[in-house]
């Protein structure tokens, strides 16, 4: 069973910067496509970003140039390094994992809350 575990959110000043992370476990890491949503208040979750085993990468319009996505297969961790926040990137940030060959169910961690004060 697959388990993801983030860390890494909390308040922040506008402008500033936050590293997110969460570490993966229960399969190999990687054979999974992984990526990073957040759900603000009284809003649909949306997708940040994602990254697949081969390292290509997709970002959402409102992130790209401040957030990076990344991954360490050693360490079977994936990482979202949040720079330039505003207060509009405050939400609940969750990582997300399904296997590359779409077989099984996605995986979902709890998500760390990210508060950005102008």
């Known amino acids: 069973q697959v388990q993801l575990v983030e860390s890494g959110g909390g308040l922040v000043q506008a402008g500033g910067s936050l590293r997110l992370s969460c570490i993966f476990s229960g399969d190999i890491f990687s054979t999974y496509v992984m990526g990073w949503y957040r759900q603000a208040p009284g809003e649909q979750r949306e997708l940040v970003a994602t990254?697949?085993?081969?390292?290509?990468?997709t970002y959402a319009d409102s992130v790209k140039g401040r957030f990076t996505i990344s991954r360490d297969h050693a360490k079977h961790t994936v990482y979202l390094q949040m720079n330039s926040l505003k207060p509009e990137d405050s939400a609940v940030y969750s990582c997300?994992?399904?296997?590359?060959?779409?077989?099984?169910?996605?995986?979902w961690g709890q998500g760390t809350q990210v508060t950005v004060s102008s």
């Open positions: 990254v697949t085993p081969g390292w290509s990468t």
């Open positions: 997300q994992a399904y296997h590359y060959s779409r077989r099984g169910p996605d995986y």
